[in-house]
């Protein structure tokens, strides 16, 4: 996506004290127009302040909120350009489905038989034009939540704000609306910023993740970039599994793992002998046969141990030990290479530690 002169959304410098605690420490953030974001993180990280500080729902402590350029900071929320849904949906239980989604039109000058047609038109676009006139309690958890984001499309909001709007429901329901949420933004293009700590829903909904810790914004990018060029050891520790590593580095491209000299292609600019934390996903390990003969040092290929296996559908995840540094290791296979290898416990094997794919970071993660 291209970014315009004036986003849609520029958050700047924004910071929030709860007492002595800041929540959020001089966050910036552009935001363009159509995109939608993913604010994702631990609990406690600042996600959901920053969200409902852009709501106007919490009143930040310093910095700026500017919609399409104007400074929205100390207006009210009734007086900002948004839609809401909650996780706990937050629909009225007295009133029937098309009353709960024709609510935020009372008063904003609509017809009657014009907010009936909008009320119509949405309940078609999520999926329930037969259900008008059942009441909250009638429903299922997914059909209530797309009540609440067709309460929040009513008055065609510049701004879609979804706050952890799928965590309360099952995991096959989530999945599915996962799908349909995407579908729907595809369609109608709103600019959407959705908090979630559920990374799947982040890599699978977002143009691009806000990944969030302890107030501050860690990294930001699109999902393939967040996963495979994580910026930080925490980015790659809680956005996907990953194996870290505590090391020393010997020089360019070198670093010592516990007494094992790893190469690494990544670029580092910090000085040799400085601690440090390697990261390698468990699906770039490569395993081998316990025939296969040890090359030198640049391969990084060494002897491990199966500890255990742990099928998991399509690929089987499988703990390895390693005798030369009594190090552990978690590794991501393909099931039909798990059987072709015969991987069972305290098989020997060989694995690669392919240079490419270690990334190194100045910050310590794990304890490998």
Known sequence: MIESSTPYLDIRGVGKRFGSFWALKDVSLRIEAGEFICFLGPSGCGKTTLLRIIAGLEQQDGGQILQKGSDISGLPSSQRDFGIVFQSYALFPNL????NVGYGLKGKGWSRQAAADRVKELLKLVG??????????QLSGGMQQRVAL????????????LD???????????AHLRSELRQLHQRLGVTTIMVTHDQEEALSLADRIVVMNQG???????PQTIYQKPSSAFVADFVGKTNPLRARLLGP????????????????????????????????????DGHTPEPAVPGN????????????????????SLPVNGQTLIADVPTAQALLLGLNAKRSIWIDLPPQHIRVHGTHVGVH
């Open 96 to 99: 029937s489905v098309k009353d």
């Open 128 to 137: 329930l034009p037969d259900s008008a006139s059942q009441y909250p309690a």
């Open 150 to 161: 067709a309460r929040a499309l009513a008055t065609s909001p510049g701004l879609l704000l």
């Open 164 to 174: 952890e709007p799928l965590s309360a429901l099952d995991a096959r329901v989530r």
């Open 216 to 222: 501050v914004i860690e990294q930001v990018g699109s």
């Open 253 to 288: 491209g070198r670093a010592s793992w516990q007494g094992v000299e790893l190469a690494c292609e990544h670029a580092s600019q910090l000085p040799a002998d400085t601690e440090v934390t390697l990261t390698l996903r468990p699906e770039e390990i490569v395993l081998h």
């Open 301 to 320: 290929r060494v002897g491990a141990m199966v500890q255990g296996l742990e099928f998991l559908g399509p690929f089987c995840r499988v703990s390895l």
